[in-house]
């Protein structure tokens, strides 16, 4: 009773990352809880899905099989949360602020009654005190998250309604296995307890989802661009270095947005977090919700024409040039002097 | 065969130019020195509402907003754009709300409204960031929800089909109505305003806006022209309990707020010289950043 869960989403029986970085950041939590750390996975043909999700030192997984639960709506999965959660009570929920989290967190907090905040870029634990009401709360999840398009961040905490619930994008927890032989106990949900037809009002008539291509959280180097490449032939530059050495192409979101490079590659608080070994900000400027997704890089190169562009400052070399004067150099230079 | 459609439309801080004074120096928004703007995406919600009645002759777009009094002018902008008419939602005791006790007042008065066939809302408002109240107003008048929508197709039989932009694709689902959708930013833009319309609304007061103007000829205007009445609606008149709605009916409370504030770190200038690059990759090589 009262423990952690994770609600884990599935694409072709793949657990999706975010889901397992959770994990990870609920097994750290769970410890300083001194309570269990619990999985619940919705979907259909769930046979062998606990081997993707022990390994992260899971205690529980609650599955929930059913052929009309793949792929997600919300209202069957709403049941599915709303009725588990009556009955083993957990005192925090985590979810991917993907489309899938966003959509059912809310659905299930206004279910419970129970405060949710959405996108945080870290958890803790901690301790509150209601000045007002002269309470004091213990072990309490705090809740941070960036609001005000970046320009603030906020700690939130939820005192008195349970579950605590919070959404995370993918990225920004770092995923890591605690034993591979990491073993729990499975429960097996009796569906028809906890959905009823009445659920089943959307139906998904058509579905084209692509598999990620571009793997940018893992690069150890990333090359990223920003609106002041100019250009998607320019970006050519950009992939010619990462392939050089050894790098992901990423982007800010003015990139994105004039078509430079795919939704997949941006970076920042509206994108994808990432903390590289070296990270290339190419006509980059700057701004706070780009910073927000890179900041953490043990190495940042600016390269920008602009002496003054905000990036710089929290860059360790700054380049004053243009990115198509540069790059072609460092490119050379590698070309000619590696084996 | 006509719809009854809802706009959920909120007035934000423009949060997308924020300049220097934007923050007070207790590390607080200075929401007086930020504009205030129609929420980007319940544009491209208005416009899918629009759509729906451009194809359902003689469908109804009504705007639901809930804000300060000065929120008033997002549905002058909605009437200049197309709607119908609207309601603003204001009251002392919904201050401080968080998404649920957001989305129960905006439930009560959609309540009174009367009858829909679709609630429409932008997917989430730029300044909240949170994308929550459309599921939570969807639960809370316990009708279905479809996020994330670029483009609702159609609407027939009592079944609306809506194509969905999700990180990794598109899906299109089949939805029974009434239900909620909130909207993208990657749906079609608004349309502009109507000049005619803009002429049309342009004296279009609330009651407390029409109070607060001691000028006879407007007052007579106002008297005469039925339609330029805004509906203003408080906690009572939503039937709302005091103890849902604002602070008190938030379960989330914010804990502190501090200003982002970036550790500024002491770099290495250069000029980009072809020397100077070739320095920096060298040492790069060698410490084995790269290669
Ligand atoms: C720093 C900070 C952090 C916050 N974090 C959280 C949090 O994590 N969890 C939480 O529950 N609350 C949070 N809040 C409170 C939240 O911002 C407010 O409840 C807000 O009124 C609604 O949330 P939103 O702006 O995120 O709207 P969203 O849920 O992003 O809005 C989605 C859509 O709902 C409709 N809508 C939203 N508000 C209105 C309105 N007033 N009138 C008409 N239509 C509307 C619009 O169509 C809008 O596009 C936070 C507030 C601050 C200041
Ligand atoms: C709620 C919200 C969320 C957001 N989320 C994100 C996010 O996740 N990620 C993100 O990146 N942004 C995000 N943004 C947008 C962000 O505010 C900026 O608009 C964006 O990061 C700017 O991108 P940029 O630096 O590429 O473009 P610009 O700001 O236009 O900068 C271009 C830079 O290129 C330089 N330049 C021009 N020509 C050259 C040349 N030839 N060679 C070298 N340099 C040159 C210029 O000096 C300038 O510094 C968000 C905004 C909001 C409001």
């Avoid at chain 2, 459609?5 to 924020?18: E, G």
């Avoid at chain 2, 205030?36 to 907003?65: C, M, R, W, Y």
């Avoid at chain 2, 969905?164 to 689902?173: F, K, M, N, Q, S």
Wanted: charged content about 25%; hydrophobic content about 40%.
């Amino acid at each position: 009773m009262n423990n952690l869960i994770v609600y884990c989403e599935i694409e072709d029986g793949i657990i999706a990352d975010v889901s397992l970085e959770l994990l990870t950041k609920g097994r750290t939590l769970a410890n300083k809880l001194n309570c269990k750390l619990e999985a619940l996975v919705i979907g259909h043909k769930l046979d062998d899905i606990e081997k993707q999700i022990f390994p992260y030192g899971a205690d529980t997984i609650y599955l929930a099989d059913d052929k009309r639960l793949y792929p997600y709506t919300s209202m069957p999965h709403t049941s599915v949360l709303v009725n588990l959660f009556k009955e083993i009570k957990p005192q925090i929920c985590l979810m991917g602020a993907t489309s899938i989290g966003r959509d059912l967190g809310p659905r299930v907090s206004s279910s419970l009654h129970s405060g949710l905040t959405a996108d945080c870029t870290s958890l803790e634990i901690g301790s509150h005190e209601d000045k007002k009401e002269r309470k004091n709360y213990e072990n309490l999840l705090y809740q941070i998250r960036p609001a005000f398009g970046g320009n603030i961040v906020a700690t939130i905490v939820n005192p008195e309604c349970r579950p605590q619930m919070a959404t995370v994008r993918e990225g920004v927890m770092k995923k890591e296995i605690v034993s591979p032989s990491y073993k729990g106990e499975i429960i097996k949900l009796d569906i028809s307890k906890y959905i009823s037809d009445t659920d089943f009002v959307v139906e998904v008539i058509e579905r084209q989802i692509e598999k990620s291509k571009v793997n940018i959280k893992g690069a150890p180097i990333i090359v990223a661009g920003g609106y002041g490449v100019g250009s998607k032939e320019n970006f050519k530059l950009l992939y010619d270095l990462a392939a050089t050495i050894g790098g992901e192409v990423g982007a800010s979101r003015a990139a994105v947005d004039a078509g430079f490079a795919e939704h997949e590659r941006q970076i920042g608080q509206t994108g994808v977090t990432v903390r590289p070994k070296l990270y290339i900000a190419c006509g980059i400027s700057g701004q706070i919700q780009h910073i927000a997704g890179m900041q953490d890089s043990s190495m940042i190169i600016a390269i920008n024409n602009d002496p003054n562009a905000p990036i710089n400052t929290i860059a360790d070399y700054v380049i004053t040039g243009t990115v198509e004067d540069i790059l072609p150099k460092m490119i050379k230079y590698y070309k000619k002097n590696s084996k | 065969m006509s719809l009854k459609i809802i706009v959920l439309a909120k007035q934000v801080p423009d949060t997308r130019n924020v300049g220097k004074d934007a923050m007070k120096a207790d590390g607080t928004v200075n929401r007086a020195a930020l504009p205030a703007i129609f929420n980007p995406e319940d544009l491209n919600a208005l416009e899918q509402a629009l759509q729906l009645k451009d194809q359902h002759p003689g469908s109804t777009v009504s705007l639901l907003t809930m804000g300060p009094p000065r929120a008033a002018e997002i549905l002058r902008e909605g009437l200049f754009r197309g709607a119908d008419g609207g309601v603003l939602l204001t009251d002392r005791a919904f201050a401080g709300a968080d998404t649920l006790a957001t989305s129960y007042a905006l439930a009560c008065a959609i309540r009174k409204m009367g009858e829909y066939d679709i609630i429409i809302g932008g997917r989430q408002a730029i300044d909240g960031d949170t994308a929550q109240v459309g599921p939570q107003v969807a639960e809370k008048l316990h009708i279905p929800q479809v996020t994330y929508a670029e483009k609702i197709i159609k609407i027939e039989n009592g079944k609306a089909t809506i194509k969905r932009r999700l990180e990794r694709g598109i899906e299109i689902v089949e939805a029974k109505t009434p239900l909620v959708v909130t909207v993208n930013g990657s749906a079609d833009e608004c349309r502009p305003r109507n000049a005619k319309l803009v002429q049309k609304y342009k004296y279009a007061k609330t009651v407390s806006e029409s109070q607060n103007q001691d000028n006879d000829y407007l007052g007579s205007i106002l008297d005469s022209r039925p339609y330029l009445k805004l509906n203003e609606w408080s906690v009572v008149d939503v039937d709302a309990d005091l103890q849902q709605v604002g602070l008190s009916g938030s379960p989330t409370k914010v804990k502190s707020i501090e200003n982002v504030v970036f550790q500024a770190k002491e770099s290495k200038r250069l000029t980009g010289t072809d020397v100077e690059i070739d320095d920096l990759m060298k040492e790069l090589i060698a410490n084995h950043t790269i290669g």
